[in-house]
């Protein structure tokens, strides 16, 4: 039955859930984490980010804090970043009779066909350090193993992802130009990825299962974003 339901979760969000990523933006004087959806930015609720790390041209992790004293988090980083990194939840996702909405079942009346929790991971580069080859540490993340920034459209980038530091093989993907591309990563955690147009670029890889350290819901679906632009 679980994994029925993680099948059925995967037709589902592979129109929904997953075309919705974290992205790094500058605003002014400061970072903000913006919530990208199908090319564009729709609003989220400020405290669903749990947290930000920045580095600089040197790969060397800058100090940084989330301020939520204003109407949107704001990322404030003692120095200039070449790369910022999230971690964000996108809350409960119930499947009921009327389809997939973002509740709890808990506050679900009637039938309950299935229930996941989103978590949520991203990467925005803006300049390139080759130590970026190399993984940061997230639970779930995205590597580039050449440098984004200085591929065209039309290139393949080749990418690592990684679970809990290990190679993550038959990894699904979406990306900007793509809400279900068929390409997967092979044993070794790597996929390539065609490029197709200028602008901003997100590859996201996502990961689904059962999980038993949340009671409220039966699964739970990772996702983690590499974000970049194509000149």
Excluded: C, R
């Amino acid at each position: 039955m679980k994994k029925i339901s993680v099948i059925l979760a995967g037709l589902f969000l592979a129109n929904s859930l997953h075309a919705h990523q974290i992205v790094a933006q500058k605003e002014g004087t400061h970072y903000k984490a913006s919530f990208w959806a199908h090319g564009k930015f729709i609003d989220y609720d400020k405290y669903q980010l749990k947290g930000a790390k920045s580095y600089d041209k040197l790969a060397k992790e800058l100090n940084t804090g989330i301020d939520f004293t204003g109407e949107s988090a704001k990322v404030l980083i003692d120095g200039k970043p070449n790369m910022i990194t999230f971690s964000f939840d996108a809350g409960y996702w119930t499947k009921t009779m009327q389809g997939y909405k973002n509740v709890s079942p808990l506050d679900v009346k009637g039938v309950i066909f299935d229930s996941l929790k989103s978590i949520k991971f991203s990467k925005t580069i803006f300049a390139w350090n080759e130590s970026f080859t190399k993984p940061t540490g997230m639970k779930m993340e995205v590597t580039p193993l050449v440098n984004p920034l200085a591929l065209k459209p039309g290139q393949l980038l080749p990418v690592l992802v990684t679970l809990d530091g290990k190679a993550l093989t038959g990894a699904g993907f979406e990306t900007s130009d793509n809400d279900d591309p068929t390409f997967k990563t092979n044993k070794y955690g790597i996929a390539y990825v065609p490029l197709q147009k200028k602008g901003l670029t997100v590859i996201a890889a996502k990961y689904y299962t059962p999980q038993v350290e949340d009671s409220v819901v039966e699964n739970i679906i990772l996702q983690s974003a590499l974000v970049f632009n194509i000149k």
